[in-house]
């Protein structure tokens, strides 16, 4: 088993929809989840990251956490082309590992 | 506030030749992270390191490969003899020295062409 499972891709949604990324990870003592933005020939960018049960908005991003089922999710409503990228799923331990799913590339489609 | 700065940018070795890859961390942050991600895959987990001290070598290769992080200076990724399996884009990661529960943020990364 993986220790970051990220849901199979390519995803495509239509520019305006909701796109949904999930994440399951396999240490239960991990503390810190964060998702990263990369496009193509490009370093990952930051984008959400979430430390505690629930929800957390940022503008069109939400990112959910659910420790229990230790599954994290990324949110993205009203799709946009520029949104088109690879999402990846970190997860990071307290010792200060941090592993990366191997990421779900996002397509919008005008 | 520059950010995590990798250089170089891009790097052309021949097989067997020796490969340096050097990160310098964002100011104020101690601890280092490489990454190695192969064309088409996902970022593997390299090294871990703080200053003077490896933390997490868990993901590097058993031979040529090394890392530093030294009290002074940049991180060093030394990949010697290099082969055709090592072309891949390396990434450095810097955080700030306050555990586990803080964000990482990337280089732009060292694209390895081994020839």
Known sequence: ?110 | NAGVMQNPRHLVRRRGQEARLRCSPMKGHSHVYWYRQLPEEGLKFMVYLQKENIIDESGMPKERFSAEFPKEGPSILRIQQVVRGDSAAYFCASSPPSGGNTEAFFGQGTRLTVV
């Open chain 1, 1 to 110: 088993q993986k220790e970051v499972e990220q849901n199979s891709g390519p995803l495509s949604v239509p520019e305006g929809a909701i796109a949904s990324l999930n994440c399951t990870y396999s240490d239960r003592g991990s503390q810190s989840f964060f998702w990263y933005r990369q496009y193509s020939g490009k370093s990952p960018e930051l984008i959400m990251s979430i430390y505690s049960n629930g929800d957390k908005e940022d503008g069109r991003f939400t990112a959910q956490l659910n420790k229990a089922s230790q599954y994290v999710s990324l949110l993205i409503r009203d799709s946009q082309p520029s949104d088109s990228a690879t999402y990846l799923c970190a997860v990071k331990t307290n010792a200060g590992k941090s592993t990366f799913g191997d990421g779900t590339t996002l397509t919008v489609k005008p």
